[in-house]
């Protein structure tokens, strides 16, 4: 599978030059949040529980991680939807709710998810919710059109499903670790697209 490279159509309202390095910081933060995301939950098992370095890890994955389906949006302008940009304002503030949880839980020496989430609770639960609801509506809007591989949109998709599964049968914190990483997997993979070229599929 090979990804080739579509130059932005005419009219567009960033220069060739400006389109090419927003592409490649957008792309860059796609794979490097979600690879570091991955890191610090495999961390967090290793270990038992959150330690100082792993939580501040974890904060400087999620730091990229408000904007980052609305950089994708900037990027593939001319090919998403409106509601695209709906679902990625829905998830960016999820994540933004996120990441000030990671310094919470910094802050109050929390030992491991379950004490944060019996902090945060509904809170925490609600946020949740706005991420598996604003990432679908992202991945729906990227899976009608051409602007990123399908195979990467289905891989954040079925991420975001397993995490809403496991968290209706109240599964362990070990196991929601699985849907993320597939969520994150589907990230990277719009990540390197844009890296390498707008991801339409070749032969």
């Given at each position: 599978m090979i990804f080739t490279l579509h130059k932005p159509p005419p009219g567009t309202t960033l220069s060739a030059s400006n389109h090419r390095t927003l592409r490649v910081v957008v792309g860059t933060a796609a794979v490097a949040?979600?690879?570091?995301?991955?890191?610090?939950?495999?961390?967090?098992?290793?270990?038992?529980g959150f330690t100082p370095p792993q939580l501040w890890l974890n904060y400087v994955a999620f730091l990229?991680?408000?904007?980052?389906?609305?950089?994708?949006?900037?990027?593939?302008?001319?090919?998403?939807?409106?509601?695209?940009?709906a679902g990625a304002l829905l998830y960016g503030v999820a994540f933004t709710y996120f990441a000030h949880t990671t310094l919470f839980a910094l802050h109050s020496q929390l030992p491991g998810y379950e004490a944060l989430w019996r902090q945060l609770g509904?809170?925490?639960?609600?946020?949740?919710?706005?991420?598996v609801v604003g990432g679908l509506v992202f991945a729906w809007a990227a899976f009608r059109s051409a602007a990123l591989p399908k195979v990467a949109v289905l891989l954040f998709g079925a991420g975001l499903l397993v995490n809403l599964g496991l968290a209706v049968v109240?599964?362990?914190?070990?196991?929601q670790t699985t849907g993320t990483a597939i969520r994150?997997?589907?990230?990277?993979?719009?990540?390197?697209?844009?890296?390498?070229?707008?991801p339409v599929r070749a032969a």
């Open positions: 949040a979600p690879v570091l995301h991955c890191i610090t939950d495999a961390m967090e098992w290793y270990q038992g990229p991680m408000p904007w980052l389906l609305l950089g994708i949006c900037a990027v593939c302008a001319e090919e998403l939807r409106a509601s695209a940009i509904s809170t925490y639960t609600a946020h949740g919710a706005a991420m109240s599964a362990p914190d070990i196991l994150n997997a589907g990230l990277v993979g719009m990540g390197y697209a844009l890296l390498v070229g707008n």
